[in-house]
């Protein structure tokens, strides 16, 4: 604001600018400076897209042993968006993504840097980390399908492109086409049939839905318990969650009237995505948030991937949980994950084509 | 407004240093209305930037669906308000029957529930799995989906009904003192020649009060051109939902921001009507005979039929959500309790509470400064600021976003340069950046209350206190707050209510570990877990429904004095500024 010498002609509207409002401008400036005040360096702070529920039993495991603080903020959209503006200045150290596509966003925008650890090349196998060490992939899961047990005769559903089959017609259910899981799948579908069969497959899917796409990976075993449906589309981990939960019983009786099928085993196999993490480029503490990137690597954090989470741990020689490895071993489709990356945009673009959510 | 600068000036013996003296009101009116108006400006701007193959792509796909479902959402809730919020009104105020009285105030009640609270409520009730088509399988031992029909709530029909069932009152506020307004003559004359009740509203009485009508058809439309929560939760892809799909699915900013600025031509219509409509009010008062309106007394049966009108509304807008989220809320108390509940209110209380008092304090000040007189092109400028409101929220969070980031990112810049010094992240990712958000959106409420607040004080006492000696910030001090002082508390109160409520803008521009009770009942209700968050929508509903009961205190002072002259137009004239601001 430009300071105005006094004009003596206009006394009416002219007033000296009270010193009681400029005290409040700078005490709230300063306040604000303060706020924004950078913390100590014994910190690492995340960006996820991860649940925080799912990462906060890492987070405290890696805070008891190493004292250091870490300061999860999760989000369902907009972290990349937010990574953006902030620039250089983002607080954000590390980003954890739930699905690769999510990943390969922040590197398209250039808002990574690499990941220079011996130890996280050695747990991880190369197929699930970026060729140019930007991100590294710590989970695995498989995008499953869920049946009724009564209403689905075995062998009915086997793959994906059973669902857009004239016999599942008004009988599939499944999350928003746009949600990141079902863009990954349509991808992968993609890159195994090209663009005009997959477009072609999305749209028998569409026409074989039993109501519009809603809700989250649970809600369809739910309405697949309740009849709304009878085979929905839902990431493999969800079914250890429901089985075990505790806290709401009736989503065991979810998980019970379902079986878990890993579609296209005898072909191209079960579309699988992992969770990944990566260090931004304007990260702040870059060698704490390489540490903590190495411990969910390790042994235990991906023992509590595994029996916390019922994910597929991707280090060699980590254990599934008992009741994962119970569902039986499957047939992943490991093709080089960059390959779905290729197609992403591409699909976003069909699950508009086709209005797959309308 | 940090101003460093003192420099030893004039001075008196008393004061030991004073500022240089500066035209407050003219350089901050200019000041405020530029910030105001910086967020829009962004988002024009960003709009012309290339966005790739985003746009052919949205024009060939998305872009026919996007208007389509604008406009029918627009055109069904502007119908349906019409029709229930004139109707109840004409019920309410020329017709006898039990129950009258309460349904006066008692139809306003439903404006306290956020659209994305009821969407949450009812999707509960009537989806496949809730209580309602499970009581309907039970009953008739259907099995599956296929084996019976009901309608589909999550779908474009289902948000016209919930918007609908809570932004009638607008509505109905308005026909409401539109018709008390009216000359009883008017109708009297169409009675004496021949016309039935019927005729006589239809003829009469509703195009006597369509210029308030209209307005708060346009204000309802604007609130669902605003809505975020309910269309993002039922997926109807509307203009909003695709801001938001552009924008942080396809991560395009300048793609989203040419649906912005398509979105803000619809706006731009909007405020048109509603000026259209206030500009035609000064006609209407044909007639200064103004009393006790006579009062049709209805027979019993169709004094059955008016009290199912108003009943159903108030029922469906308000009991019920409110009875719901009221049982869950006792099962599941613990669990809002235990996911840091008070946390997030006091988050809400302190955003809303500052976004208020500076919303007050800068309507005030653009308010009296217009009056002090200001050169045409600041008054322009300032009106166009005052437009907030019509901005939906996901515009404006763009805008907001992108521009903070950038001039963040430039003051560090320029600071590093310079001193060496990193400046850091002073707006962006703070609260001032959601608090600014909120009071770019309702500045328009405070402006607009203190400058009918403002308008009913006679200029003579303006020239008595400077005739006096005092100057305009001691005669504003003096005079005029303490005289408009009833219309700026609830000026604070509405602001306040309308940013505990406001989702799309929270969810964007808020800190990241940052909930607020918006943001947290709708994190959660999109998880399916709406019993969870009950409590906290519950106080959402608590906190609206405070400018709701001063509202109807208006209303019922106003029905009390509608029988003198001067006193019915006097009374009837806070309803209509209230409504003509509440816009959440």
């Not at chain 1, 695995?140 to 009724?148: F, G, K, N, Q, V």
């Not at chain 2, 627009?74 to 919020?85: C, D, L, Q, S």
């Not at chain 2, 195009?207 to 039922?234: C, K, Q, Y």
Request: aromatic share 10%; net charge neutral; proline share 5%.
């Amino acid at each position: 604001m430009s300071v105005h010498p006094q004009n003596p002609k206009s006394t009416n509207a002219k007033r000296k600018f009270p010193r009681s409002m400029m005290a409040i401008g700078l005490a709230l400036f300063s306040a604000t400076t303060i706020a924004s005040a950078h913390a100590s360096d014994a910190v690492v702070n995340v960006y996820s897209y991860r649940q925080a529920f799912l990462i906060d039993p890492l987070v405290k495991a890696y805070e008891q042993k190493t004292g250091a603080n870490v300061k999860v903020v999760f989000a369902k959209k907009g972290l990349l968006q937010r990574l953006q503006s902030e620039g250089m200045n983002s607080p954000a150290d590390v980003v954890l993504t739930a699905d690769i596509n999510q990943m390969a966003e922040f590197e398209a925008e250039n808002l990574l840097q690499p990941i220079n650890s011996a130890t996280i090349t050695a747990n991880i196998p190369a197929q699930y980390r970026a060729p140019d060490g930007m991100w590294t992939g710590l989970t695995m899961r498989a995008r499953a399908l869920y049946t009724s047990k009564t209403r689905v005769k075995p062998g009915e559903v086997t793959t994906y492109e059973d669902l857009a089959k004239p016999h599942m017609k008004g009988r599939v259910c499944t999350r928003s086409g746009k949600h990141p899981y079902n863009v990954s799948l349509l991808a992968s579908v993609i890159t195994a049939k090209g663009e005009k069969d997959a477009e072609v497959w999305l749209r028998g899917v569409k026409d074989n839905l039993a109501r519009r796409p809603q809700g989250n990976d649970r809600a369809q075993v739910k309405a697949v318990m309740e009849g709304e449906c009878d085979v929905a589309v839902g990431n493999s981990y969800y079914f250890g969650m429901m089985s075990t939960n505790d806290k709401k019983p009736e989503q065991k009786e979810w998980a019970a009237a379902v079986n878990i099928i890993f579609p296209n085993q005898d072909d191209r196999g079960t579309h699988v995505n992992v969770s990944a993490a990566a260090i931004t480029k304007s990260a702040k503490h870059y060698a704490e948030a390489v540490k903590f990137l190495e411990f969910l690597s390790s042994d235990e954090a991906q023992g509590i991937y595994a029996a916390s989470n019922f994910e597929y741990p991707l280090k060699e020689g980590v254990a599934l949980d008992p009741l994962v490895a119970s569902w039986g071993m499957f047939k992943a489709d490991d093709r080089n994950l960059s390959e779905i990356v290729g197609a992403h945009t591409t699909a976003t673009k069909m699950m508009d084509t086709v209005g797959f959510d309308h | 407004m940090p101003h460093t600068v003192a420099s030893p000036g004039p001075t008196s013996a008393t004061r030991r240093f004073t500022l240089p003296t500066i035209d407050v009101w003219a350089v901050g009116t200019l000041a405020v209305a530029v910030a105001v108006a910086m967020p829009i400006l962004w988002v024009l701007g960003l709009a012309l930037t290339p966005s790739g193959d985003i746009w052919q792509h949205l024009v060939d796909t998305i872009l026919g669906r996007l208007v389509w479902n604008t406009v029918l959402l627009m055109v069904g809730v502007g119908v349906g308000t019409f029709v229930i919020g004139t109707g109840t009104a004409w019920i309410v105020t020329m017709c006898r029957f039990p129950g009258r009285r309460i349904f006066e105030w008692a139809l306003l009640i439903p404006m306290a529930v956020p659209a994305y609270v009821i969407a949450y409520v009812y999707t509960d009730l009537l989806e496949y799995s809730g209580p309602i088509q499970g009581l309907i399988r039970d009953v008739f031992g259907f099995e599956t989906r296929h084996d019976y029909a009901f309608f589909e709530i999550r779908s474009l029909g289902g948000a016209i009904t919930m918007m609908t069932l809570v932004l009638y009152p607008y509505v109905y506020l308005l026909a409401r003192a539109a018709f008390l307004e009216q000359s009883v003559c008017v109708l009297e004359a169409s009675r004496t020649l021949g016309k039935g009740p019927w005729t006589s509203f239809f003829k009469v009485a509703l195009p006597l009060a369509r210029p308030s009508i209209a307005v708060g058809v346009s204000l309802v439309m604007m609130e669902t051109l605003n809505d975020f929560g309910t269309v993002d939760f039922f997926a109807v892809p509307t203009f909003t939902a695709g801001i938001f799909d552009v924008w942080l699915n396809m991560n395009s900013p300048s793609g989203a921001a040419q649906l912005a600025s398509m979105l803000l031509m619809f706006v731009i219509v909007l405020v048109g009507l509603e000026r259209y409509g206030r500009r035609k009010q000064k006609f209407h008062h044909t007639s200064t005979h103004v009393r006790a309106l006579p009062g049709f007394q209805l027979s019993a049966p169709v004094a059955t039929l008016a009290f199912i009108a108003c009943a159903l509304p108030v029922t469906l807008g308000f009991i019920v959500p409110a009875w719901v989220l009221g049982m869950y809320a006792t099962d599941f108390y613990q669990d809002t309790l235990d996911a840091d509940f008070w946390t997030f209110t006091g988050h809400s209380l302190m955003l809303s509470g500052f976004a208020a008092l500076i919303a007050i304090v800068l309507g005030v000040f653009l308010a009296y400064s217009l009056r002090l007189g200001q050169t045409s092109w600041v008054r322009t400028l300032t009106r166009l600021a005052a437009l907030g409101y019509a901005v939906p929220g996901a515009v404006l969070a763009i805008g907001i976003l992108m521009y903070l980031g950038w001039l963040d990112n430039t003051i560090d810049g320029w600071s590093r340069e310079t001193f060496g010094v990193s400046t850091g992240l002073i707006f962006s990712g703070t609260v001032i950046a959601v608090t600014f958000g909120y009071v770019v959106r309702f500045l328009s409420l405070s402006f607009g209350s203190a400058e009918a607040g403002l308008s009913k004080i006679t200029a003579n006492m303006d020239g008595a206190a400077r005739t006096l000696g005092a100057g305009p910030m001691s005669t504003l001090k003096r005079v005029h707050l303490p005289m408009m002082q009833g219309s700026i508390m609830t000026a604070a109160l509405l602001v306040f209510v309308d940013c505990m409520k406001e989702l799309p803008m929270t969810v964007i521009l808020r800190p990241f570990d940052f909930e607020t009770l918006a943001t947290f009942v709708h994190q959660y209700a999109s998880d399916e877990l709406l019993p969870e968050a009950s409590l906290a929508a519950l106080t959402i509903v608590g906190a609206g429904i405070i400018p709701v009961i001063l509202l109807s205190l208006t209303i019922a002072r106003a029905r009390a004095g509608h029988t003198g002259q001067g006193q019915a137009a006097q009374t009837t004239e806070p309803a209509l500024i209230d409504l003509e601001e509440v816009a959440p």
